[in-house]
């Protein structure tokens, strides 16, 4: 699967701008942190470069990479555009999916779902294990290796709220055809798409570590709350892999 096309389809752009309801639970993401890299040029060899990233690093790099996709992905994002979190919806093949939305329009753009070949794309996913028990456990993302590391307990109705600690990993990249990180580090690299062949990134960053978690529940739906992810990990910068995220944070809310 992979970016790089000419034009949007009218019909696919149509899909994305009709709107999706938020839940309450919905969660809207900042990002932060730094990349270090290794560069070379006419007059430096191996030397090692640090820049930051933040909300408007991740939003304009999706944004270009989505005005170019195919496969009726092409789009146009908002100036002003919002990446939200739902934590309990599918996107059709993982619970919990990332999306663009904005403040007057209603427009909305699913960062992962399928394409119309029915291919599997994700330009972002928050891969996690969370253990609450009374059967409302969230194995976010491509859970696996982050099996839950803790216990919240709701009530028997499925309300109440919830705080602890998990192990968890997020990665957002240019290359929608890229994903499952987590279980397999080397598609960072090269990806055999079992749709499109061999896919590439050329931009993309990588936090895994600790994620606090703090939600509130109704009636088994979550309707407020955070997780905040702070960690390392490894990174793309403009097509070189000798890349780390040193620091980095993630929150939604």
Wanted: net charge negative; hydrophobic share 35%; glycine share 10%.
């Amino acid at each position: 699967m992979k970016k790089l096309a000419m034009f949007a389809v009218a019909a696919a752009a149509l899909v994305f701008a009709a709107g999706k309801v938020e839940a309450a639970g919905d969660l809207v993401l900042t990002i932060s942190g730094s990349v270090q890299y290794q560069y070379s040029s006419s007059i430096t060899v191996g030397k090692t470069k640090t820049v930051s990233f933040s909300n408007a690093t991740i939003y304009n790099m999706l944004s270009n990479s989505i005005a170019n996709e195919s496969n009726g992905l092409a789009a146009t994002l908002p100036a002003k555009g919002i990446i939200k979190y739902d934590p309990e919806d599918s996107d059709g093949k993982t619970t919990g999916f990332f999306y663009v939305t904005d403040k007057t329009n209603g427009f909305y753009y699913p960062l992962s779902g399928y394409d119309n070949n029915s291919a599997y794309y994700s330009f972002m996913e928050l891969d996690a294990y969370i253990i609450i028990t009374n059967g409302y456990d969230l194995d976010l993302g491509f859970g696996y290796p982050y099996d839950g590391s803790a216990n919240y307990t709701l009530n028997a109705a499925g309300s109440g709220s919830l705080s602890g600690k998990d192990t968890a990993m997020l990665f957002v990249h240019d290359n929608p055809y890229v994903y499952d990180l987590s279980e397999s580090p080397n598609n960072l690299y090269e990806y055999d798409n079992p749709d499109y062949g061999s896919e590439y990134i050329y931009n993309a960053f990588e936090i895994q570590g600790l994620m606090t978690v703090s939600l509130t529940y109704k009636t088994g739906s979550i309707n407020g709350g955070s997780l905040s992810l702070t960690g390392v990990g490894n990174a793309m910068v403009n097509g070189q892999d000798q890349a780390s995220v040193i620091s980095g944070k993630a929150s939604l809310k």
